[in-house]
Protein backbone atom coordinates (compact mmCIF):
# COMPACT_ATOMS: atom_id res chain seq x y z
CA UNK A 1 0.00 0.00 0.00
CA UNK A 2 2.99 2.09 0.55
CA UNK A 3 3.73 2.08 -3.18
CA UNK A 4 0.61 3.28 -4.25
CA UNK A 5 0.54 6.30 -1.70
CA UNK A 6 4.22 7.03 -3.10
CA UNK A 7 3.02 6.98 -6.99
CA UNK A 8 -0.17 9.19 -5.87
CA UNK A 9 2.43 11.45 -4.23
CA UNK A 10 1.02 11.23 -0.94
CA UNK A 11 4.17 10.75 0.93
CA UNK A 12 2.45 11.33 4.39
CA UNK A 13 0.23 8.28 4.20
CA UNK A 14 3.31 6.39 2.32
CA UNK A 15 5.39 6.32 4.89
CA UNK A 16 2.16 5.52 7.69
CA UNK A 17 1.50 2.56 5.05
CA UNK A 18 5.02 1.67 5.58
CA UNK A 19 5.50 1.07 9.16
CA UNK A 20 1.80 -0.33 9.34
CA UNK A 21 3.06 -3.10 7.12
CA UNK A 22 6.30 -3.72 8.41
CA UNK A 23 4.42 -3.93 11.87
CA UNK A 24 2.34 -6.14 10.90
CA UNK A 25 4.45 -8.52 9.61
CA UNK A 26 6.78 -8.75 12.46
CA UNK A 27 3.80 -9.76 14.44
CA UNK A 28 2.53 -12.20 12.75
CA UNK A 29 6.25 -13.53 10.85
CA UNK A 30 8.40 -12.55 13.74
CA UNK A 31 10.71 -9.62 13.67
CA UNK A 32 13.92 -11.83 11.52
CA UNK A 33 11.65 -13.48 9.14
CA UNK A 34 12.97 -13.08 5.37
CA UNK A 35 9.30 -11.17 4.40
CA UNK A 36 10.12 -8.23 7.16
CA UNK A 37 13.04 -7.53 5.39
CA UNK A 38 11.70 -7.38 1.90
CA UNK A 39 9.24 -4.33 3.39
CA UNK A 40 11.86 -3.13 5.34
CA UNK A 41 14.23 -2.93 1.93
CA UNK A 42 10.88 -1.64 0.12
CA UNK A 43 10.70 1.41 2.89
CA UNK A 44 14.29 2.14 2.92
CA UNK A 45 14.32 2.79 -1.07
CA UNK A 46 11.01 5.11 -0.12
CA UNK A 47 12.95 7.18 2.87
CA UNK A 48 15.98 6.91 0.89
CA UNK A 49 14.12 8.45 -2.51
CA UNK A 50 12.24 11.21 -0.54
CA UNK A 51 15.64 12.28 1.32
CA UNK A 52 15.48 10.68 5.12
CA UNK A 53 19.35 9.31 4.54
CA UNK A 54 19.05 8.23 8.89
CA UNK A 55 15.63 6.30 8.18
CA UNK A 56 16.71 4.39 4.71
CA UNK A 57 20.43 4.07 6.62
CA UNK A 58 18.57 2.57 9.77
CA UNK A 59 16.19 0.78 7.59
CA UNK A 60 19.08 -1.03 4.85
CA UNK A 61 21.06 -1.90 8.08
CA UNK A 62 18.31 -3.63 9.97
CA UNK A 63 17.61 -5.71 6.56
CA UNK A 64 21.38 -6.65 6.00
CA UNK A 65 21.53 -7.87 9.43
CA UNK A 66 18.03 -9.72 9.13
CA UNK A 67 19.73 -11.55 5.82
CA UNK A 68 22.65 -12.25 7.48
CA UNK A 69 20.96 -14.27 10.29
CA UNK A 70 18.58 -15.91 7.86
CA UNK A 71 20.32 -16.38 4.38
CA UNK A 72 23.46 -16.44 5.11
CA UNK A 73 26.90 -14.57 4.11
CA UNK A 74 26.97 -15.93 0.39
CA UNK A 75 22.95 -15.49 -0.64
CA UNK A 76 22.45 -12.72 -3.81
CA UNK A 77 20.49 -10.82 -1.28
CA UNK A 78 23.40 -10.02 0.93
CA UNK A 79 24.86 -8.13 -2.29
CA UNK A 80 21.78 -6.04 -2.41
CA UNK A 81 21.51 -4.90 1.14
CA UNK A 82 24.92 -3.95 1.16
CA UNK A 83 24.51 -2.12 -2.49
CA UNK A 84 21.41 0.12 -0.95
CA UNK A 85 23.29 0.50 2.23
CA UNK A 86 26.30 1.45 -0.09
CA UNK A 87 24.39 4.25 -2.12
CA UNK A 88 22.33 5.74 0.99
CA UNK A 89 26.48 5.65 2.49
CA UNK A 90 27.57 7.73 -0.17
CA UNK A 91 24.87 10.19 -0.14
CA UNK A 92 25.79 10.91 3.20
CA UNK A 93 28.84 11.59 2.02
CA UNK A 94 30.56 8.77 4.57
CA UNK A 95 32.86 7.90 1.80
CA UNK A 96 35.16 5.41 4.17
CA UNK A 97 32.27 3.32 5.01
CA UNK A 98 30.45 2.19 2.31
CA UNK A 99 33.65 0.28 0.79
CA UNK A 100 33.05 -2.71 2.54
CA UNK A 101 29.74 -3.17 1.64
CA UNK A 102 30.18 -2.28 -1.86
CA UNK A 103 33.51 -5.07 -2.40
CA UNK A 104 31.45 -7.71 0.13
CA UNK A 105 28.93 -7.29 -2.53
CA UNK A 106 31.12 -7.87 -5.46
CA UNK A 107 32.29 -11.02 -3.46
CA UNK A 108 28.80 -12.40 -3.10
CA UNK A 109 27.67 -11.75 -6.75
CA UNK A 110 31.09 -13.21 -7.53
CA UNK A 111 30.88 -16.55 -5.37
CA UNK A 112 26.95 -16.51 -6.54
CA UNK A 113 28.09 -16.23 -10.60
CA UNK A 114 30.81 -19.00 -10.06
CA UNK A 115 28.74 -21.34 -8.14
CA UNK A 116 25.83 -20.98 -11.19
CA UNK A 117 28.57 -21.71 -13.74
CA UNK A 118 29.79 -24.82 -11.58
CA UNK A 119 26.35 -25.79 -11.54
CA UNK A 120 25.83 -25.20 -16.01
CA UNK A 121 29.30 -27.49 -15.91
CA UNK A 122 27.61 -30.11 -13.83
CA UNK A 123 24.56 -31.13 -15.97
CA UNK A 124 26.35 -30.91 -19.06
CA UNK A 125 28.55 -33.79 -17.82
CA UNK A 126 25.70 -35.58 -16.89
Do not use: C
Request: hydrophobic letters at 40%; a neutral charge; proline letters at 3%.
Amino acid sequence: MGAVYAGAKDYGNAEKAYEESILRLRTTLGADHPDVAAALHNAGRFLKANGDLVGAEKAFREVLDIRLRKLGQTHPEIATARLSLGAVLVLERRFEEPLTPQESSSAVVSRSDAADRSKSEDSRLS
